[in-house]
């Protein structure tokens, strides 16, 4: 009897398994799950050249987010170098151009970032640019990222392991192309400027990081304000998240004020305040040569073109730039100090020789390049990042408040930022490049 009850028991429980066992096959969710093509399959989709079963394939990956990046970039990375429709891919799953160099999976939607931001615990950093990261023609700095910054090992490392990367287009950028008329025409941007702000989960800023910098010096900043965002650890306590975003702005701006007046003694010039009034500008005293001309490294590339353009009449006061308290001369001199710490690595290098004509010195472009680098790192460190300091230590910008889930605070930060600093304010929709009171002999623009 005993061993019949058993072997009955038993009987009904296989029968109880194979029944869980149709019911979890049969499940809607589980079979559509196994019709899902694998991430190897995606890939191989992918790089299809029918443009569809390749468009599908990289909106699947970019579900994936650094796992779909590395995929793609594990199964092509030999190919990758020599074979552009592979990158432009890459690009596309990445959202950003030059992905093959820094692998990194960048979100276009805020709510997502926040979204993953809370689920990961790290903060976002927000890209702002003019243009599109992942177009080859986005603003020159944000190109400059993409060189200098992105694929260097260490900041590529740091991005992907500690922050949600997210970037905003501000506005287009303007594009000029000039025609030789025998078949070649050169296309370049004009002016624009960048900033990556470190943003909490909710969106909130915590810092903000103007142009560009050094490798080593973006780092620095990077982690410092990560430092900032994990004293708040998520709080919404507004009195509290006010001491210590004040706190820290109001140390790192004293930072700052000691090394500037502790350079200008190494330079032998006269101490003198490291804050100036910023000068309020109009759309009719904003000039785009005088806007370029905050960036170092892009002045190179735009001043050509810029002073070619029509635009400020010469007697039209323009208020003085905010770099103004050094000649470019003593701004020099003091980017030298630093120049030992500022360094393409490999990975930089291989993209910058990528995109060098045959006939170009890399040396030569290279080692102008990182003394652009180190003047803007100076220029942006002790003008632009010390005024955000100094809006933070007084309070402002740490907004608690959200409009239909966005920030209120990084709105009107970011609006400071290009009003004031970058002078490229939005209530000018030519940046500077046209005046309709110069005329040009060409008829009127639309």
Known sequence: MLGNKTLANSCFALFSLGAIAISVISSPQIARASEQPSLDSLVQQAASKDQVTSQQAIAKLREFKNVGVDAFWNAYQKDLPNNSQLRATLDAICQQKDCDA??????????AAKTASKESGKPILSLRLLGNLNDELSCANSRFFRTALYPNAGVSQLLRDRFILHWQSERPVPKVTIDFGDGRKLEQTLTGNSIHYVLDSDGRPIDAIPGLYSPQAFMENLKDAEGAE????????????????????????????????????????????????????TPANVDATIASRLTFGKMAVEMPTLTRTPSAPI????????????????????????????????????????????????TTVVNSFERAIAQDTVRNEYVFHAQIHSWFANGEFIGNENLNGNSLALNSLNRRVYDQLFLTPASDPWLGLVNENVYTGISKVN
């Open 102 to 111: 820094s692998r990194l999976y960048w979100y276009k939607d805020l709510e």
């Open 230 to 281: 994990k004293l708040l650890n998520n709080t919404n306590d507004v009195k509290l998240r006010r001491e210590v975003l004040v706190k820290y702005h109001r140390d790192r701006l004293a930072k700052i004020e000691r090394n500037w007046q502790s350079d200008l003694k190494r330079l032998n010039l006269p101490a003198q305040r490291l804050l100036e009034p910023i000068a309020i500008r």
């Open 315 to 362: 007697s039209e006061v323009i208020p003085p730039s905010p770099f103004a308290k050094l000649s470019d001369a003593n701004w020099a001199r003091l980017a030298r100090l630093f120049q030992n710490r500022v360094y393409l690595d490999q990975g930089s290098l291989k993209l910058m020789e990528r995109k060098l004509s045959p006939s170009a010195s890399m």
